[in-house]
């Protein structure tokens, strides 16, 4: 899959701004257009989507081994670099042909426990000014959040999802990915309590070749592996 780097096209008042956070490294990647199912969007049937990338912060509460993002983005989160992905975001789609923008908002982890309220109200100013961007590009701009589900303050996290209706998405891997049986059923159980309360959620799983051998194997955690797939 090809993929676009918009960081490169960024305008000078964008670069001045980064001057500003010389530890800050700012990710925003465009896959190539693909299609949209009919039967998904029926108000863009035949046109093509376009999938936009948007990493806001580096820091994680997971050391995954198969992780890129830390040497991508090993900045904490902070309202200048939100502000200036917001501003990468415009201009990239001003640069997007397509009716359809799928914008993946990802870490690092956005939903850590250590995080205070703060945060939260900068992640509902972040979906505002999507929001503004929809309508001064003409654009339906779908958010999706990648999360690790490793946290215990959950009603937040729920709040935050159901205002905006966005849905998100966990990785479950045999391997690599948790350090304990404890980190496990934390999972788990936010997982469940999740779709319970009516949050659109997907999990994936890492396809690398000790993830498979694990399966193969009914190794450790594949009782919860079996549960979820």
């Not at 009919?38 to 863009?44: A, D, E, L, N, R």
């Not at 982890?109 to 929001?131: A, C, H, Q, W």
């Not at 999802?161 to 948790?178: A, Q, T």
């Not at 319970?196 to 919860?224: C, Y």
């Amino acid at each position: 899959m090809k993929v676009i780097p918009i960081v490169s096209e960024v305008s000078e008042k964008s670069e001045r701004l980064r001057a500003t956070l010389p530890k800050s490294k700012f990710n925003i990647l465009l896959p190539e257009a693909k299609p949209i199912p009919p039967h998904t969007i029926p108000k863009f049937a035949g046109a093509v989507e376009r999938e936009v990338c948007f990493t806001i912060l580096g820091e994680c509460n997971l050391k995954c081994a198969f992780c890129f993002v830390e040497d991508v983005r090993p900045d904490k989160f902070t309202s200048e670099s939100l502000d200036l992905n917001l501003q990468l975001l415009d201009e990239a789609l001003s640069k997007i042909e397509e009716p359809v923008v799928k914008i993946k908002v990802a870490g690092g982890e956005l939903f850590m426990d250590k995080f205070d309220d703060f945060v939260f109200e900068e992640y509902n100013r972040m979906m505002e000014t999507i929001g503004e961007l929809a309508k001064k590009h003409k654009k339906d701009l779908r958010v999706g959040i990648t999360t690790n589900m490793i946290f215990k303050k959950v009603d937040r996290v729920v709040d935050f999802l159901l205002k905006w209706d966005i849905p998100i998405r966990g990785s479950f891997d045999l391997v690599g990915r948790f350090p304990s049986q404890k980190v496990v059923d934390l999972f788990m159980k936010n997982m469940f309590l999740f779709k319970e309360r009516g949050v659109r959620i997907g999990v994936n799983f890492v396809a690398s070749r000790p993830n498979m051998d694990a399966i193969r194997n009914h190794g450790e955690f594949f009782p919860e592996f079996k549960k979820l797939y």
